[in-house]
């Protein structure tokens, strides 16, 4: 079946430092969606992109759609401690009414 | 608007026992789901609906059971709990599944142990 994977796992960043994470289907998607999971809580859609190539930005926050469609990344530009939690990423594929989380990345920043 | 509600927060189980959680989304949403998040791990698709009386299977449906008589409510029932369904259950609701342009509305979650 469909398996969305995401990299790394884990980060620790200095108060500062930027943040990549990346998302990786293996198959060819329609669409993805991005949300954040702060500690305890639960996820909050940030965003959805549709085309293929397509960057969306929000504030210190860049999306990215993969040409092929099968990956993405999203980049924190000079993170802050309110960065901290999980960000997944979710893939929906055509003629499908459900998405597929990926696996996760944890970021923690360092004061 | 209250969003998306789910009943109860926390729930302890003995092996065996049965139990309903509660959802209800009040956004008049089509598409609801049913997530479960094992400690420290992403959202794995239990069951989900496109509308009333519409449901099908996620990813790790066993052990579960839905069903979808309003637009508003989606209880997740579980017969015969094992410590395997520890974790944490999060409903969602949107107005289009994986069609348009709008993100998924969680509930805050059910925390359910089994011991």
């Known amino acids: 079946g469909q398996q969305v994977m995401q990299i790394p796992q884990y980060q620790h960043v200095q108060e500062g430092e930027d943040f990549t994470t990346y998302c990786n289907s293996s198959t060819t998607l329609s669409n993805i969606q991005w949300y954040k999971q702060r500690p305890g809580g639960h996820p909050v859609f940030l965003i959805q992109l549709v085309k293929s190539g397509e960057v969306k930005k929000q504030k210190r926050l860049t999306f990215q759609f993969g040409e092929a469609k099968k990956n993405s990344s999203l980049h924190i530009t000079a993170t802050q401690t309110t960065d901290v939690g999980t960000y997944f990423c979710a893939g929906g594929t055509s003629g499908t009414y459900k998405y597929i989380f990926g696996t996760g990345t944890r970021l923690k920043v360092l004061a | 608007n209250a969003g998306v509600t789910q009943t109860p927060k926390f729930r302890i189980l003995k092996i065996g026992q049965s139990m309903t959680l509660q959802c209800t989304q009040d956004m008049n949403h089509n598409y609801m789901y049913w997530y479960r998040q094992d400690p420290g791990m992403g959202l794995k698709l239990i069951y989900y609906s496109v509308g009333a009386g519409i449901t099908d299977k996620g990813e790790v449906p066993n052990g579960y059971n839905v069903s979808r008589s309003t637009t508003e409510d989606f209880p997740l029932r579980l017969e015969l709990a094992a410590p395997s369904q520890t974790s944490v259950y999060f409903c969602?609701?949107?107005?289009?599944?994986?069609?348009?342009?709008?993100?998924?509305?969680f509930g805050s979650g059910t925390r359910l142990t089994v011991v």
């Open positions: 969602a609701s949107s107005l289009s599944g994986a069609r348009v342009r709008d993100g998924y509305t």
